[in-house]
């Protein structure tokens, strides 16, 4: 490996460089961009990436990879007949019962209101909210579903071995089939769709126009996917809906999979960059961070429901339970950030973001490797997972 002085941690971004700001929390600053679609109805980004052929057939070169491609093949369901879509979904009601199972979530309850719109909300407004919050969540799963469907595709492309082609063919299919079902809950099940949010726009556009394979992975298989995969963990702990409770586990037995996929493809890989590579990786990895956590703000939903600027960032500066969720999600991150050799690269530079953050305390949890769902046999169907 190439050494290069990386204790010269002067040579690391800045905050205004990485994320166009100085403060992390700058509220005013997140608020200002959000998510609108294009009147056109399409977004396109230039990718620019070379298409790689390899002549090297031998399959099981690479043996953890082979192993986690045989286990893809048995595991696939079909979101049509494998799902129960005859259940009724009163969507009231769900958020009702929702907010009475977890009303130990609450964030509002003891936030001062006085002087916001918030203030005149009754049961009707927080209903709504509650609504608009799902149609929102839902629907972002659904945008970077697709994201993934689109850097899968691409992983398949220009990835150079045989075994992570082969594996990265199973994970299109599944992303396939994860837009197919957040889309149809959306449309059958929940009142509306949402456009995708400013800051995952920006981060999937970066993870897509990158031209190197391996930002790919580490923007979607590592950051992207294992946020996702920590989300829908959270929901499908908290929700009283049993549809979505099958769906969100369904898809988690795929994520599991799509994250242990990235690690072991970036492990030996990472071994061999120097240290200026390494530092570029860790700017990506906090980069991607800060914009999944800015994304976390809901600006399309506040900005539907009339709410000021002004009022949002007054109520949410007094809402520690929200950033206590926020940091929660990045649980399934940092332990395989750990695993790929990035939090102590450059003397330690994103151990120290990730600390700033208070998400290193789980570091030292399970990597996604060792998580059951990604080696598992069959499919979550068969496997009847709850």
């Given at each position: 490996m190439t050494t290069v002085d990386d204790s010269d941690r002067s040579v690391m971004k800045s905050n205004i460089e990485l994320i166009g700001r100085e403060r992390v929390n700058d509220l005013e600053t997140v608020l200002s961009f959000v998510g609108h679609y294009e009147a056109e109805g399409f977004h396109r980004v230039p990718d620019n990436?070379?298409?790689?052929?390899?002549?090297?057939?031998?399959?099981?070169?690479?043996?953890?990879?082979?192993?986690?491609?045989?286990?893809?093949?048995?595991a696939q369901w079909n979101g049509q007949t494998d799902l129960d879509w005859s259940?009724?979904?009163?969507?009231?009601?769900?958020?009702?019962?929702?907010?009475?199972?977890?009303?130990?979530?609450?964030?509002?309850?003891?936030?001062?209101?006085?002087?916001?719109?918030?203030?005149?909300?009754?049961d009707k407004e927080w209903l709504q909210f509650g609504m608009e919050n799902q149609n929102w969540m839902l629907s972002q799963f659904m945008h970077g579903e697709q994201g993934?469907?689109?850097?899968?595709a691409k992983i398949v492309e220009?990835?150079?071995?045989?075994?992570?082609k082969y594996y990265a063919a199973t994970q299109v299919v599944d992303e396939a089939r994860h837009v197919e079902v957040f889309s149809k809950y959306l449309d059958t099940k929940l009142s509306g769709h949402y456009p995708m949010n400013g800051h995952l726009g920006l981060l999937l556009?970066?993870?897509?126009?990158?031209?190197?394979?391996?930002?790919?992975?580490?923007g979607m298989q590592i950051m992207v996917e294992g946020l996702a995969l920590a989300a829908f963990g959270f929901i499908h702990a908290t929700t009283t809906e049993p549809l979505l409770k099958q769906l969100l586990r369904y898809v988690m037995a795929d994520e599991a999979r799509h994250v242990a996929f990235g690690v072991l493809s970036l492990q030996e890989y990472y071994k061999e960059l120097n240290a200026a590579e390494l530092r570029e990786r860790?700017?990506?990895?906090?980069?991607?961070?800060?914009?999944?956590?800015?994304?976390?703000?809901?600006?399309?939903?506040?900005?539907?429901?009339?709410?000021?600027r002004?009022?949002?960032i007054r109520v949410l500066s007094q809402a520690p339970e929200r950033d206590e969720f926020q940091i929660l999600l990045f649980?399934?991150?940092?332990?395989?950030?750990?695993?790929?050799g990035l939090l102590d690269a450059a003397d330690g530079w994103l151990r120290e973001k990730f600390t700033e953050m208070g998400a290193i305390a789980f570091e030292h949890l399970t990597d996604s490797t060792e998580d059951e769902d990604a080696f598992a046999d069959g499919s979550p169907a068969d496997r009847q997972v709850a």
């Amino acid at each position: 490996m190439t050494t290069v002085d990386d204790s010269d941690r002067s040579v690391m971004k800045s905050n205004i460089e990485l994320i166009g700001r100085e403060r992390v929390n700058d509220l005013e600053t997140v608020l200002s961009f959000v998510g609108h679609y294009e009147a056109e109805g399409f977004h396109r980004v230039p990718d620019n990436c070379p298409a790689e052929f390899t002549w090297d057939y031998d399959k099981g070169a690479k043996p953890q990879l082979d192993k986690l491609y045989e286990k893809a093949k048995k595991a696939q369901w079909n979101g049509q007949t494998d799902l129960d879509w005859s259940i009724e979904v009163d969507q009231e009601k769900v958020v009702a019962e929702n907010a009475i199972a977890n009303a130990e979530q609450a964030q509002w309850e003891a936030a001062d209101l006085s002087g916001t719109v918030l203030e005149k909300w009754g049961d009707k407004e927080w209903l709504q909210f509650g609504m608009e919050n799902q149609n929102w969540m839902l629907s972002q799963f659904m945008h970077g579903e697709q994201g993934a469907l689109l850097c899968t595709a691409k992983i398949v492309e220009t990835v150079p071995w045989i075994d992570a082609k082969y594996y990265a063919a199973t994970q299109v299919v599944d992303e396939a089939r994860h837009v197919e079902v957040f889309s149809k809950y959306l449309d059958t099940k929940l009142s509306g769709h949402y456009p995708m949010n400013g800051h995952l726009g920006l981060l999937l556009d970066d993870i897509v126009s990158d031209s190197r394979w391996d930002m790919t992975y580490l923007g979607m298989q590592i950051m992207v996917e294992g946020l996702a995969l920590a989300a829908f963990g959270f929901i499908h702990a908290t929700t009283t809906e049993p549809l979505l409770k099958q769906l969100l586990r369904y898809v988690m037995a795929d994520e599991a999979r799509h994250v242990a996929f990235g690690v072991l493809s970036l492990q030996e890989y990472y071994k061999e960059l120097n240290a200026a590579e390494l530092r570029e990786r860790q700017e990506f990895a906090f980069e991607a961070a800060i914009r999944m956590k800015d994304r976390l703000i809901m600006q399309e939903v506040w900005e539907r429901l009339e709410v000021p600027r002004a009022d949002v960032i007054r109520v949410l500066s007094q809402a520690p339970e929200r950033d206590e969720f926020q940091i929660l999600l990045f649980s399934k991150i940092v332990p395989n950030l750990r695993k790929l050799g990035l939090l102590d690269a450059a003397d330690g530079w994103l151990r120290e973001k990730f600390t700033e953050m208070g998400a290193i305390a789980f570091e030292h949890l399970t990597d996604s490797t060792e998580d059951e769902d990604a080696f598992a046999d069959g499919s979550p169907a068969d496997r009847q997972v709850a």
